[in-house]
């Protein structure tokens, strides 16, 4: 797909990733929406790239409904869709305080709130793409079309603490494939990122010890990833019309430890 002059929407666009995916798509010569719930972030990124702010929940379904329309009566009805909107929390299955020995479980309405944001607000987001994607005239090799989700290592190899973090980010991943294939006929592709350490905002305030140590884990290069290094494959992606119901992990050969 060729980028110039087509229009895009990023979730969670106004920081780490998704403002790197951002940046890069407008300057690809794309019209880049951000759906974000930061809106002093959001417009500011908006503003530098000449694009529309949209302020979205996606865990509403009149929040995305909306954003896609104003994002559609501002550029068009989007060809691209770049999911990377999500969060994380830690909490174990069961465990015992050490100071107590108090027994205790996994909150589920935080758990349900991780899978709420990843991967049901993925779901919503694309299938509101799709459905626009679809009254769209076919591009070359019959395209109309590609979504890109954001998963994560731990998708694959998720650590203590994190079983609603990766059990939504596996999802995202379960579903790639088919809902590609459910999207086959409209000529629409869809493929998930699984990012390893990306130095992102969420790294900002951590201690250099640690970031040393996060760095040391990685088989080479030795460092975080950058952002504009996900945003570099997100556009390839968009660009390869070959690339179909994939999930590409983009980590530096990391593999996550069980502790």
Avoid: W
Avoid at 165 to 185: E, F, N
Avoid at 215 to 231: I, L
Wanted: charge should be neutral; glycine fraction near 12%.
């Amino acid at each position: 797909m060729k980028l110039s002059g087509v229009s895009a929407v990023v979730t969670g666009g106004a920081s780490g990733l998704g403002e790197a995916t951002v940046r890069a798509l407008s300057a690809a010569g794309a019209k880049v929406a951000i759906f974000d719930l930061n809106r002093g972030k959001g417009e500011a990124v908006s503003a530098e790239v000449e694009g529309v702010f949209c302020e979205v929940d996606i865990t509403s379904d009149a929040s995305v409904e909306a954003g896609f329309a104003r994002a559609r009566g501002a550029q068009g009805q989007e060809r691209i869709l770049v999911n990377c909107a999500g969060r994380g929390n830690t909490f174990k299955t069961a465990s015992r305080s050490r100071e107590t020995g108090q027994i205790s479980h996994f909150p589920l309405d935080a758990f349900e709130k991780i899978v709420q944001i990843n991967l049901i607000g993925t779901f919503r987001c694309i299938a509101n793409a799709a459905a626009g994607m679809m009254t769209l005239d076919p591009l070359e090799d019959g395209e109309r079309g590609v979504i890109i989700n954001t998963a994560s290592i731990a998708a694959e190899d998720g650590q203590p603490g994190q079983a609603a973090y990766a059990s939504s980010k596996a999802g995202i991943v379960g579903l790639t494939l088919p809902v590609a294939r459910d999207l086959m006929g409209a000529g629409i592709r869809v493929n998930t990122i699984l990012p390893g350490i990306f130095d992102t905002p969420l790294f900002a305030t951590a201690k250099p010890e640690l970031r040393a140590a996060l760095e040391a884990s990685v088989p080479f290069p030795k460092r975080m990833g950058r952002a504009p290094e996900f945003a570099s494959l997100a556009l390839e992606i968009c660009r390869n019309s070959y690339i179909n119901g994939e999930h590409i992990r983009v980590d530096g050969a990391l593999r996550l430890a069980p502790r």
